[in-house]
C-alpha cells in the first residue's frame, strides 16, 4: 500500500522543480540518535549533498515517530514526506537528479547488489552493537534513546525498541551470532568494498553514485562513533582505501557545507 | 427492597412481652392492641444465615448497634439501617430481616435473623453505551465484594464503533466500612482515532482516586498519569498535526465536585416559562487552559474543539476554529452558549406514553475558541466575543431512557469565520453531552 502511495506521490511531485525549503529530519544528534539511525541519516544527507540539492537539517525528540514509515530520515518537500533512502533517491530522480544515469545496466545492477549487501550486513551489524552488545546497549544506546522523555519512559519505551530489534534480529538469525561473527561479516563486507573500490576515487569512477552515499553514510558513522568495545572501528581502520575514502567523501561534500 | 416480618402474636402462644404491654380486653377479646415505640426489648441474639466469603468482622460491626436497641421501633430501625448499610456496601444483593421473640422466652427477649444473598463470585455483562456520535460496546467481567470486605473489581473491554477499544481494570474499597468514602485504583489501555484532528492516540494510564462526602455535595480526589501515543492518522494527516506525533507524559491531579439534584439529566427543565408547557432553557459553557510552564505548548489531545450536532449546531464535529489541511487543530480556550424552546409535538401524538419523549425545539446557539493572551486579558476576551460564531434552527428531540439524546435539526449558520466548516440545513446528532 504505502510502496503504491510512494510511487504516485513520486509521480505527481516530479512535476515541480526543487523547491527551496527542504527539511531533512533527524533526532538531536548529539544527544539522542542511536548509530544505526545516524548511519541512515548520514547516507541520505549524503546523497543528496552530492545531488547538489539545497536542504537545511531539522532536528526533532520525535523525528521517528513524525516519520510516515517510521523510520528516520525523512524529507519534507513542499506538501510530500518521503522517508529512508531508496524512497528518497527514488523521489529525487523523478526531479531530474540522477547520480547513475552513466552507468551501464551490468554497473547498476552491480550498485544494486553492493547496496542490498550493505544494508543487510552493515545495518543488521548496527543494529547488533547497537542493541544487543550488553555494554554498548546499557551504557550507549538506551540512554541515548531515552534521553528526551521523563521518567518512566525514559526506560520504557528504550526497553520496547530493544525488544523490537531483537525480534527483529532474531527473525533473520542475526540474534544468535557472537561479537566476534557479526565482526566477522563486517570485515567480510569491508573486503568486499575495499576490492571494489581500488584506489579509484569512487566506487564506479570519476563520479559518485548512490552507493558512494551509502558506503560513507556507514562507514563514517562507524569510523567516528566511539563504543565501548571499540570493536567495528578497528575493523574499518583495517582497510586504509575505505578510511581514506570518508575522509574525501567528507573534505569534498561536509567541509564545505559547513562552512 | 427486603421485609421486615414481625410474628403476630397469638392468643394462645402470647409471648410474655407482649401480655404486659398495654392490652386493652374491653372491646373484643382477641385483638391486642401493641405500642411498638413503648414496647421495651432486649435483644438476645442476631443470626445472619447465608454468609460465605463476606468477613465476620464487617459484619458484626454493623450488626453491633442492634444489641442496644430498646423499644420495638428501635430494633425495626435500627435493622433496617444495618440491611441497608450492608447493601451500600456491596456486600450483598439481597438482606431479609425476620424479628422473633427469643426461643428461652426470656422477659422482653428477641431475636433477629438476617437472611443474606450474597453476590455471585465473578459477574459478567455486555452492555453499549452511547457517547457524542459514537457507541460502543462493553464487555464486563466483575468480582463483587470480591474480599470479604465490600471491594470491587471489574476488568472492562470496549469496542467502539470509530475504531477505538480499550481495555482496564478497576478496583475499589470501601474505607471504614462507609460506603461513601472509598478509594479506587484503574489500569487501563485505551486506543482512539480523531479523524477531525487526522490523528489517532494510545493512552495507557494509571489513576488513583479518594471519593468523600461532604455536607454540600461528594468530593471526587484523583491524581492520574497517562503515556500517549500520538500518531498520524494517515499520509494526508497535515505536517502541523504530525509534528505533535510522538510519546508525552501526562501527570494530572483532578478534583471533582458533585451535587445532583437533577431530576431529569437528558431534558432537564429549569422553570416553566409559558403555561402551554413550553421550556425555556439557556446554557453556557466556557474553558480556558494554561501550561504551567511557559515555554511548554499544549498537546493536540489537550486542546478545546468545538462545533458538532449537540454543542455547536450549524457546524461539522469539531468543525470550528482553525484547521490545517482539514484537520481541526483545536484551541486553548472557548465559550459555548445555547438557549432553547422546547414545547411538545404539535396535535401531542402519543401522549402520554410515547409521543412524551419527543419533543420539538427552537434553539439559537453561540461560540467561539481561540487563543488568550494572557498579557492582554480584555483586547483577547473581546477578541473571543467579536469574532464569535452563530448559527439557529429548530428540530426534534428525542431523549431515550434518560441516558442519551438524538436531534434532528434544520440549522442555519449565521456567522462563520474562516476555516470553519459549517454544516447547513439538515444535521442528525446523538450523545450524552450537549448544550
Not at chain 2, 219 to 226: C, F
Request: proline share 5%; hydrophobic share 40%.
Amino acid at each position: 500500500m504505502s510502496l503504491v502511495v510512494d510511487a504516485v506521490q513520486a509521480t505527481i511531485g516530479a512535476s515541480e522543480p526543487w523547491p527551496d525549503d527542504v527539511i531533512l529530519y533527524q533526532q538531536y544528534q548529539v544527544e539522542q540518535i542511536t548509530l544505526p539511525d545516524y548511519a541512515q541519516c548520514l547516507a541520505v544527507e549524503t546523497f543528496l549533498h552530492m545531488c547538489g540539492l539545497r536542504f537545511r537539517v531539522e532536528q526533532r525528540t520525535n523525528a521517528e515517530e513524525m516519520s510516515p514509515s517510521g523510520k528516520v530520515p525523512f524529507i519534507q518537500v513542499g506538501p510530500y514526506l518521503v522517508s529512508e533512502f531508496d524512497p528518497v533517491v527514488g523521489f529525487v530522480s523523478t526531479k531530474g537528479f540522477n547520480l547513475s544515469q552513466s552507468l551501464s545496466d551490468t554497473e547498476r545492477s552491480e550498485m544494486r547488489a553492493y547496496i542490498s549487501m550493505i544494508e543487510n550486513i552493515l545495518g543488521n551489524a548496527e543494529l547488533y552493537m547497537a542493541w544487543l552488545y550488553p555494554d554498548i546497549a546499557a551504557e550507549v544506546t538506551k540512554p541515548r534513546y531515552g534521553c528526551c522523555y521523563p521518567w518512566p519512559l525514559s526506560w520504557i519505551l528504550p526497553w520496547r525498541k530493544q525488544r523490537e530489534v531483537r525480534a527483529r534480529l532474531e527473525a533473520n538469525d542475526w540474534a544468535s551470532k557472537t561479537c566476534e561473527e557479526v565482526c566477522g561479516e563486517v570485515r567480510t563486507c569491508c573486503q568486499a568494498l575495499s576490492e571494489r573500490l581500488e584506489k579509484k576515487k569512487y566506487f564506479f569512477g570519476d563520479k559518485p553514485t548512490e552507493l558512494d552515499a551509502m558506503v560513507f553514510g556507514h562507514l563514517y558513522t562507524l569510523l567516528t562513533t566511539i563504543l565501548p568495545g571499540g570493536h567495528f572501528t578497528a575493523v574499518v581502520q583495517d582497510f586504509d582505501n575505505l578510511a581514506q575514502f570518508c575522509k574525501r567523501i567528507e573534505d569534498s561534500f561536509f567541509k564545505l557545507a559547513f562552512d | 427492597m427486603g421485609t421486615v416480618h414481625a410474628k403476630a402474636p397469638t392468643v394462645d402462644s402470647q409471648p410474655s412481652g407482649l401480655k404486659t404491654s398495654s392490652v386493652s380486653g374491653d372491646n373484643k377479646k382477641n385483638d391486642v392492641y401493641v405500642k411498638f415505640d413503648k414496647l421495651p426489648v432486649r435483644v438476645q441474639r442476631v443470626v445472619v444465615d447465608g454468609l460465605t466469603r463476606t468477613k465476620d468482622d464487617v459484619v458484626i460491626k454493623e450488626i453491633k448497634p442492634l444489641l442496644g436497641a430498646k423499644t420495638f421501633d428501635e430494633l425495626v430501625q435500627l435493622s433496617y439501617n444495618a440491611k441497608v448499610k450492608m447493601e451500600r456496601l456491596g456486600l450483598f444483593k439481597n438482606v431479609v430481616i425476620a424479628i422473633d421473640v427469643s426461643k428461652d422466652k426470656a422477659e422482653h427477649g428477641y431475636e433477629v435473623m438476617f437472611e443474606v444473598q450474597e453476590f455471585r463470585q465473578i459477574d459478567g455483562g455486555i452492555h453499549t453505551t452511547i457517547s457524542n456520535n459514537d457507541g460502543s460496546l462493553d464487555f464486563q467481567v466483575k468480582a463483587p465484594n470480591m474480599m470479604g470486605r465490600g471491594e470491587r473489581f471489574s476488568l472492562d473491554y470496549t469496542l467502539g464503533t470509530k475504531r477505538t477499544h480499550g481495555y482496564s481494570a478497576y478496583f475499589r474499597k470501601p474505607l471504614n466500612n462507609n460506603p461513601d468514602i472509598f478509594v479506587g485504583c484503574t489500569g487501563y489501555q485505551f486506543h482512539g482515532e480523531f479523524p477531525w484532528s487526522g490523528y489517532k492516540q494510545t493512552d495507557r494510564g494509571m489513576a488513583f482516586d479518594l471519593t468523600f462526602p461532604t455536607f454540600l455535595g461528594s468530593h471526587n480526589l484523583q491524581w492520574e498519569g497517562v503515556w500517549r501515543d500520538l500518531r498520524a492518522l494517515s499520509r494526508d494527516t497535515s505536517f502541523s498535526v504530525r509534528e505533535q506525533a510522538g510519546h508525552s507524559l501526562k501527570s494530572s491531579l483532578k478534583h471533582t465536585f458533585s451535587i445532583d439534584s437533577r431530576n431529569n439529566p437528558v431534558l432537564p427543565s429549569v422553570g416553566a416559562l409559558w403555561q402551554t408547557s413550553q421550556i425555556f432553557q439557556v446554557s453556557f459553557a466556557g474553558g480556558i487552559m494554561r501550561t504551567l510552564d511557559p515555554r511548554a505548548s499544549i498537546c493536540i489531545s489537550d486542546r478545546f474543539f468545538l462545533g458538532g450536532p449537540l454543542t455547536l449546531r450549524g457546524f461539522n464535529m469539531k468543525g470550528c476554529g482553525p484547521h490545517s489541511h482539514d484537520n481541526a487543530l483545536g484551541a486553548e480556550s472557548y465559550w459555548l452558549a445555547a438557549a432553547h424552546v422546547y414545547s411538545p409535538l404539535p396535535f401531542r401524538p402519543g401522549r402520554g406514553r410515547f409521543g412524551d419523549l419527543f419533543k420539538t425545539h427552537f434553539f439559537v446557539n453561540a461560540g467561539n475558541l481561540g487563543t488568550i493572551d494572557f498579557n492582554n486579558l480584555s483586547a483577547s476576551f473581546n477578541d473571543m466575543f467579536t469574532t464569535l460564531r452563530w448559527s439557529y434552527g429548530f428540530g426534534i428531540v428525542l431523549c431515550m431512557g434518560n441516558l442519551a439524546r438524538l436531534e434532528l435539526n434544520y440549522v442555519i449558520p449565521m456567522r462563520v469565520q474562516k476555516g470553519d466548516k459549517a454544516n447547513p440545513g439538515l444535521q442528525f446528532g446523538i450523545g450524552v453531552q450537549f448544550l
